[in-house]
């Protein structure tokens, strides 16, 4: 029994990890492509980068869900005080140095216009419009999860099943609706609950824990496929049609997200069993698994630096598959040499 329970925890460990390391090497495809993406360009490759955002849309979900997989029993392994103190070395501290990190790359580098408030500015191109907004959720499900590690184990399956339908019909389903139909409403439901993307944290959290049988799997992999024809097909249609780009039918709150990011989790889950395929791919997840938050981080800069200095037509296809090859090696070469530096380390956590 106690051997069935570690091979158990270290598979779970592997399909986590894999998940960690193709969410971020998915995010810099997807920031490599929106060029071509935000461009609308009439072009016959146009196709590819709509492709690739829907296709990789489920990169931030699954790092949210994460989340919720690994933290949700810290109390396990030490007391709220250590888990605030590990949040704030791991995340706070470096989502404060980057952020003016970008805020300088923003302001001299790349002199993106903006609010002539500093503060203004500094939410406005580098948080709200830029890379690190996906910190302000994270923050809030980090403060969140202290609460609901409180619910005793045996109930948080039920618990959080119930929470989770919840949020995704009043934060999901009924917004994504008021959206598409264009409706106004003076008291919109996910102000009721919270934010939709606190449905990922316990996503992750239950499908960690539970094995689904063949047939549901199979129901959420039909799902899956849906959702993401759900975001493919109808911004295909758009820019056929309006000649534009339009980003109206992808939200990391809507259901067809949601529905694409659980498909995802649960075919990683099932993929990671197989040993054949766990012994193919370990080495290059276990090389790439401590550096995939700081990928996160500094894969930007390169991808704009790159650009700049060599002088790349960025709304090309071949900009958008080979760039990402090229900015992963780099990311991985100057994060491996960074945490071996005293003190540097601390921010490419």
């Known amino acids: ?121 500094i939410y406005n191109t580098c948080i709200e419009q830029n890379l690190y907004w996906f910190f302000i959720p994270l923050f809030a499900i980090y403060l969140l999860i202290p609460l609901l590690s409180y619910v005793p184990k045996e109930n948080r399956i039920k618990l959080f099943s119930f929470y989770s339908v919840l949020l995704f019909i009043f934060c999901s389903v009924i917004p994504c609706i008021f959206n598409l139909t264009a409706t106004q409403i003076y008291i919109r439901p996910e102000f009721v609950f919270a934010s939709g993307l606190f449905i990922y944290p316990f996503l992750g959290y239950i499908l960690n824990e539970i094995e689904l049988s063949r047939k549901y799997r199979i129901t959420f992999y039909i799902l899956g496929i849906l959702g993401f024809l759900g975001m493919f097909l109808p911004t295909q249609i758009f820019y056929e049609t309006m000649h534009q780009s339009t980003y109206l039918f992808k939200s990391y709150s809507y259901p067809t997200t949601i529905l694409y990011s659980i498909a995802i989790w649960i075919f990683a889950k099932e993929l990671c069993k197989h040993n054949g395929f766990k012994k193919r791919i370990s080495k290059i997840i276990y090389l790439i698994n401590p550096y995939t938050f700081g990928i996160y981080l500094i894969h930007y800069y390169f991808i704009n630096i790159i650009a700049h200095y060599f002088k790349l037509n960025i709304v090309s296809i071949g900009f958008s598959l080979g760039i990402p090859i090229v900015v992963i090696i780099l990311c991985l070469l100057t994060l491996y040499i960074m945490k071996r530096i005293p003190y540097v380390r601390n921010i490419v956590p």
């Open 1 to 121: 029994m106690i051997t069935e329970n570690v091979e158990t925890k270290n598979r779970k460990i592997f399909y986590i990890s894999f998940l960690a390391v193709i969410s971020a090497i998915s995010v810099v495809i997807m920031h490599s492509s929106l060029f071509l993406y935000d461009s609308g360009n009439q072009s016959h490759f146009w196709i590819i980068s709509n492709f690739i955002m829907c296709f990789l849309f489920f990169a931030v979900p699954i790092f949210y869900m994460i989340s919720g997989a690994t933290l949700m029993d810290y109390r396990t392994r030490y007391d709220s005080k250590v888990y605030l103190i590990k949040r704030m070395k791991k995340v706070v501290i470096p989502f404060c140095f980057w952020l003016i990190v970008l805020f300088l790359f923003n302001s001299y580098f790349l002199k993106i216009p903006g609010d002539t408030n500093i503060l203004l500015y």
